[in-house]
């Protein structure tokens, strides 16, 4: 086995057996060795797992963990050469491991490599980002995407860029997230104090910091119900949430005043697009309501 593929379910049983369904191959073929990690299920999701699912080693826990703890469980029990955490609401495409792992052998520096993740409409999610330094949210809240093509490209924002090229990236939403064991260790697994939201953000930077790249390689597909569990627990609450946990993570680990610089920035900038486009005025008094949070946050 190359990968240990760390699922973790909550709450999601139907998602979950396409998921495992889709994983099955890759473990008949020996190149994936699939667990379970379930945050105390009250769906029947651990019992699912038992009965249709025999070759998945299951761990069901009493009390939700969260994520990164889960995954790290994960992690501590298994020697393979990768690791692969994964959200219960994706479906790997035939080939989509084989081609992330291929990517990953082809460039020795990658930590971690990412899938193109496909949303149910068709489209590709936009699941790359670049680090939300002060210098980037200084950048896009002056409005530099709108120089050039090039800009925009290298700033990967949302429907700005080509999900078909294969690139590096700063970090990855990690859905479905091939990392490398020895990239792993180096930065330590998941920090389990990110207990739900920016954990990806977290790995991709202490990643970067340990001296390993992250990868996109869209060859490799990957199906993605996004937000199945988190709409369940906060729905319409979950967008406040991330925002809240992002900024924590940059207060933890970029200190109070890179904190603050970008969280004004981000503030003045929807502020000022929500005066010059009156027809997107009530979305961007939206976002300068959620950034306000890294203005409040204390250590």
Same mark, same amino acid.
């Given at each position: ?12 049983? #139907?998602?979950?057996? *396409?998921?495992? %369904?889709?994983?099955?191959? #890759? ?5 994936? &060795?699939?667990? $379970? ?18 070759? $998945? ?5 009493? &009390? ?28 790997? %495409? ?5 081609? /992330? ?6 460039? +020795? ?22 680090? +939300? ?10 409005? =530099? ?27 990855? $939403?990690?859905?479905?997230? =091939? ?5 792993? #260790? ?5 920090? %389990? ?27 490799? @597909? $990957?199906?993605? #119900? *996004? ?9 319409? %609450?979950?967008? *406040? @949430? ?10 933890? @680990?970029?200190?109070? *005043? ?6 004004? /920035? ?31 946050? @204390?250590?």
């Amino acid at each position: 086995m190359s990968v240990a593929v760390a699922v973790v379910s909550w709450n999601t049983r #139907d998602l979950l057996r *396409a998921c495992l %369904e889709s994983l099955h191959a #890759d473990a008949d073929a020996g190149r994936a &060795e699939v667990w $379970v990690v379930d945050n105390a299920s009250a769906d029947g999701s651990a019992a699912l797992v038992r009965s249709a699912f025999p070759w $998945v080693r299951l761990l069901a826990l009493d &009390e939700n963990l969260g994520f990164g703890r889960a995954v790290n469980r994960v992690a501590a029990r298994t020697a393979t050469a990768w690791v692969a955490p994964a959200n219960a609401d994706v479906a790997v %495409e035939p080939g989509a491991l084989r081609a /992330l792992v291929a990517a990953g052998q082809r460039d +020795p520096g990658a930590g971690a490599v990412a899938p193109r993740l496909v949303l149910p409409d068709g489209s590709t999610q936009h699941s790359v980002y670049r680090f +939300p330094t002060v210098p980037f949210t200084a950048a896009f809240n002056a409005g =530099l995407y709108r120089v050039s093509t090039r800009a925009r490209e290298a700033m990967l924002l949302e429907g700005m860029w080509d999900p078909d090229r294969p690139r590096v990236v700063d970090w990855a $939403v990690g859905a479905l997230l =091939l990392v490398r064991r020895a990239a792993w #260790d180096a930065a330590g697994g998941f920090d %389990e104090v990110q207990w739900m939201y920016a954990e990806d953000l977290d790995l991709g930077w202490r990643l970067a910091r340990a001296g390993w790249r992250t990868r996109y390689e869209p060859s490799a @597909r $990957v199906h993605h #119900d *996004a937000s199945a569990a988190t709409t369940q627990a906060w729905g319409d %609450e979950r967008t *406040a @949430r991330w925002q809240r946990a992002t900024y924590a993570w940059m207060l933890r @680990r970029r200190g109070v *005043a890179r904190t603050r610089a970008a969280a004004g /920035l981000n503030v003045a900038g929807a502020l000022g697009r929500a005066a010059l486009f009156p027809s997107a005025r009530r979305t961007n008094l939206g976002w300068a309501r959620l950034h306000r949070v890294g203005l409040e946050l @204390r250590p």
